[in-house]
């Protein structure tokens, strides 16, 4: 791996491991770029990844010229990286432990170095930012191992047969040498406002492994069994490093501000639950066989929006709370990308889409034979009263775009959704049936509105907006969530033009139109794969399976995706691993699985 002259690893080379709480970011070479905590929404702690002098890191390699090679274990988010050098071989495997006796307070990250064969000089050093690099940390020894703290915040760092640790003023490092069959061990503790528990080697090792049955227990209850199933597994062990394990949401990334286009200005925080993902999480929880996940999450989102009922928000942090206010970083940006970012301000935002996502989720989730109790009914009830009253109005879509609200079709197509939805829940005894007579009358308005205003005769396809000749690629929901029949004259035109606009192989942009920003951005990955999606669901066969195999091909080389890439040459754009690539990653598969069950 070869980092730019700033220090700046390419997107592409990062894995990501994590506890059920937060995530960590470990590039190619070794370099423990990325970790809030003690939550996935906290400040960091290690942010070089958003600034490589100043946002902190926890280094480990080969002192000498090496090759890298890594992988997860095997039905794990336990982290492999082999490093070779011209004398010898070593192993090094990383992982944020957990262990089978519930959640605590502690957060422990864990680094094992195991000699393979020869000997190979390893280097490592652990440089504690907390606070997004702007709190003062101080590194001190105490009994044998040291301590870094700032404020509440306090991180242990105790290593065993690797080398004798060296504080110089902000930072701990050391130096050692392996052999084959040596084991080494550097393991970081952390809490915040709690006490600080140093675990000693035989305690680590022994939850490294519960962590690693931990992982495959997970896996063990996979029962999708269709194509691409590697790809679907390991998109499934992404999306639970993203499920926050305290409250059952599950964050949009893992990561804030890495951006849509290099020195740019469109770098946002992904790291809160987004009320637009909530069908296709749902949805993917019960393709995989977790229906525990999808019950959990479901009752995350109605907890949530109970706060703001009737009206949703955007978006919520992890743990419910509405607020994700927006502010600047003091931190140059990942290779100069500025603004860096926490909150997000699209919380305050109208999105009518959002109401046809949490509408089908009920649905969905009713359909599994799940009881829905009175008083959630009595709230799905009231969302579809509110839908029938302001889809008329313009909103900001699916996007989040930051220029004048319009009359954005898919955000139509949505609240059309949402009131079929409510409709077909009533008529099962789901939710209160007193106004189901409006309910069906506007959405029976909207689908007047989309068809009349929202399609273009000279296109012949759906457009991004009313009376517009714009195409958006959110356009492939109406075939993936129920508003068009999938091979249908109007989706086909539709698919077809996108094709010629959008599309560049594997590879579909969001639109082409302006958003209130400068500048632009790569493909978006989950657009991709709602093409793939679509084509499944149109019959065309042949062309979905191609075009996803050749999606499968860009994941980096342990199997994720961030937001975006460059058709270019496929380097990675944007927050990473991002939840909707992954979950539109298993729709696309399933939806191949049940057009394969058709031709039989």
């Not at 942010?47 to 280094?59: M, V």
């Not at 896996?219 to 059952?248: E, H, I, M, N, Q």
């Not at 929880?285 to 109605?302: S, V």
């Not at 829940?425 to 009349?452: K, N």
Request: a negative charge; charged letters at 25%.
């Amino acid at each position: 791996m070869t980092r730019d002259e700033r220090g700046y690893a390419p997107i592409r080379e990062y894995a990501a491991i994590g506890d059920g709480r937060t995530v960590a970011l470990v590039a190619t070479d070794g370099s423990i770029d990325w970790l809030p905590l003690p939550n996935l929404d906290s400040p960091s702690v290690f942010a070089a990844i958003l600034d490589a002098d100043r946002g902190g890191r926890f280094s480990l390699e080969p002192d000498t010229e090496y090759t890298a090679s890594r992988r997860y274990l095997p039905e794990t988010n336990l982290l492999e990286t082999t490093f070779t050098t011209s004398d010898g071989e070593v192993r090094v495997v990383d992982g944020l432990l957990f262990d089978g006796r519930g959640l605590a307070p502690l957060r422990e990250l864990v680094r094992v170095v195991e000699g393979v064969r020869g000997t190979v000089p390893i280097r490592w050093s652990v440089e504690p930012r907390f606070g997004y690099g702007s709190a003062r940390t101080a590194v001190g020894a105490r009994d044998g191992f040291v301590v870094a703290s700032a404020g509440s915040d306090a991180l242990a760092v105790r290593s065993f047969e690797a080398g004798e640790p060296t504080i110089d003023r902000d930072r701990v490092h050391g130096r050692f040498e392996t052999g084959a069959g040596s084991t080494s061990v550097i393991v970081l503790s952390a809490t915040r406002g709690e006490p600080l528990v140093v675990p000693d080697r035989v305690e680590t090792l022994t939850r490294l492994d519960e962590t690693r049955d931990g992982w495959r227990r997970w896996v063990d209850g996979l029962t999708y069994d269709g194509p691409f199933r590697d790809a679907v597994l390991r998109s499934g062990l992404a999306l639970k490093l993203l499920v926050f394990a305290p409250s059952g949401a599950i964050a949009g990334a893992a990561t804030t501000s890495l951006p849509e286009e290099i020195g740019g200005e469109r770098n946002w925080d992904y790291r809160y639950s987004w009320v637009r993902d909530a069908a296709f999480t749902l949805g993917a929880f019960l393709t995989l066989g977790y229906p525990q996940e999808a019950r959990a999450y479901f009752w995350w989102l109605m907890s949530a929006s109970q706060i703001t009922k009737p009206r949703l928000q955007v978006l919520y942090r992890l743990d419910g709370d509405p607020r994700a206010d927006e502010r600047t970083l003091d931190l140059e940006g990942y290779r100069g990308s500025r603004p860096v970012r926490a909150g997000n301000a699209a919380a305050d935002q109208t999105q009518l889409d959002i109401y046809g996502s949490l509408l089908e989720c009920a649905w969905l989730y009713a359909n599994e034979g799940n009881r829905v109790d009175r008083d959630i009914a009595a709230r799905l009830a009231g969302i579809a009263d509110l839908v029938a009253e302001i889809w008329s109005n313009p909103d900001s879509g699916i996007w989040e775009v930051r220029s004048a609200p319009r009359h954005f079709t898919q955000s139509k197509m949505m609240c059309w959704l949402a009131l079929d939805r409510a409709v077909s829940l009533a008529g099962a005894s789901h939710i209160p049936a007193d106004h189901v007579a409006r309910w069906a009358r506007e959405r029976d308005a909207v689908r007047d509105f989309v068809e009349e205003r929202c399609w273009s005769e000279r296109l012949q396809s759906y457009v991004r907006s009313a009376d517009s000749e714009d195409l958006d690629a959110s356009l492939l929901l109406a075939s993936l969530l129920g508003y068009a029949e999938p091979s249908g004259a109007r989706m086909a035109g539709t698919l077809d033009a996108l094709d010629r606009q959008l599309r560049d192989g594997p590879f579909v942009k969001r639109y082409s139109a302006e958003d209130g920003l400068e500048g632009g951005e790569g493909a978006f990955l989950a657009c991709s794969f709602w093409f793939a999606d679509a084509l499944a669901r149109a019959d065309r066969l042949d062309d979905a399976v191609q075009m996803l195999r050749q999606l499968v091909e860009i994941a980096n080389d342990v199997g994720l995706y961030a937001e975006e890439a460059d058709p270019a040459d496929g380097a990675f754009l944007g927050n990473v691993p991002q939840a909707l690539p992954h979950l539109a990653l298993i729709g696309a598969a399933s939806s191949i699985r049940e057009a394969e069950r058709r031709r039989r």
